[in-house]
């Protein structure tokens, strides 16, 4: 969720139907994918910390979940990794602490599978003491402690062009809006694409909780303008939607800890009327596909 250097805009433009749905959403209506499908799991909002006994929930829920898909060949964790290093109390004690914790816990549990890591507007560290010397600060400490060059990147799995933005700070800014609009002319016009970040670049949950990305007209355009599919996965809000657009589909997903772990008002782990939980897509080489949102495992 947006922290506070993030606004919110708490409107209600349309209805959310099925936002917390479960089950297939069929990203295309199209005729019987030809290959076979590349499994990917799709992690969000771990928000992983020591309080609720999350470390030894997570672990249960990883290991349960990767027994009930063995055929995952790939992760994507779409950020807030942990639960909070960027409000101005945060110290490097309880910096240190939760990504301890995400080490021993969930890159543990994924360590055999590649990874996928777009950052969260909570994972980087702002208040630490003399920035400019501090390793710690800011956006090149979160890349350290995922094990990335960069904020972001590509990749290519299963017949697909993946795409990894930062748009932790609410948009993409110039330099790495001008980078990806590049990188898609660069592109063979029958590549399908993935593009994972935290903020979603639109989403029906982003509109009626707050939080999709800023200016994200010119991406949306130039992903329209593509003549393979696109799929753009997120997470941020703990709000699952998926909507399609032309030849995009958008799968907002809900939260690994649904309400941070906390029972939430519902007192069952969700987030308004979405569950905590984590999503399983299948990616054909044709460029179709399709998204399921599962409840975690108890």
Not at 134 to 155: D, F, S
């Amino acid at each position: 969720m947006s922290g506070p250097s993030i606004p919110r805009r708490h409107f209600l433009a349309t209805t959310l139907a099925g936002a917390a749905a479960l089950g297939n959403v069929s990203a295309q209506q199209a005729p019987t994918p030809k290959g076979k499908p590349f499994t990917v799991l799709h992690l969000t909002d771990a928000h992983i910390r020591p309080e609720h006994d999350a470390p030894k929930r997570c672990a249960r829920i990883l290991a349960n979940i990767l027994k009930r898909h063995p055929d995952i060949g790939l992760v994507i964790n779409t950020g807030d990794s942990i639960y909070a290093a960027d409000y101005n109390n945060i110290t490097r004690e309880r910096v240190l602490e939760q990504w301890k914790i995400w080490d021993e816990v969930v890159m543990a549990a994924l360590k055999r599978l590649p990874i996928i890591h777009a950052i969260g507007n909570h994972d980087p560290w702002w208040a630490a003491p003399d920035k400019d010397k501090n390793e710690m600060y800011g956006i090149p400490y979160v890349c350290k402690r995922l094990g990335i060059e960069k904020p972001y990147g590509t990749h290519r799995h299963g017949g697909w062009e993946m795409v990894s933005l930062n748009n932790s700070n609410g948009a993409l800014g110039d330099e790495q809006q001008k980078w990806l609009l590049d990188h898609l002319d660069s592109l063979p016009a029958t590549s399908p694409v993935l593009l994972a970040s935290h903020l979603p670049i639109y989403s029906l949950a982003g509109d009626y909780d707050g939080g999709n990305m800023k200016n994200a007209k010119v991406v949306v355009d130039k992903l329209a303008a593509r003549k393979a599919p696109v799929v753009c996965l997120s997470g941020h809000i703990h709000i699952r939607s998926s909507e399609s657009l032309w030849n995009m589909d958008f799968h907002c997903n809900g939260a690994l800890s649904g309400s941070w772990w906390e029972p939430g008002d519902a007192g069952d782990g969700s987030y308004k009327r979405t569950p905590a939980g984590y999503a399983i897509l299948r990616l054909w080489p044709d460029g179709q596909s399709e998204c399921s949102y599962l409840p975690v495992p108890i």
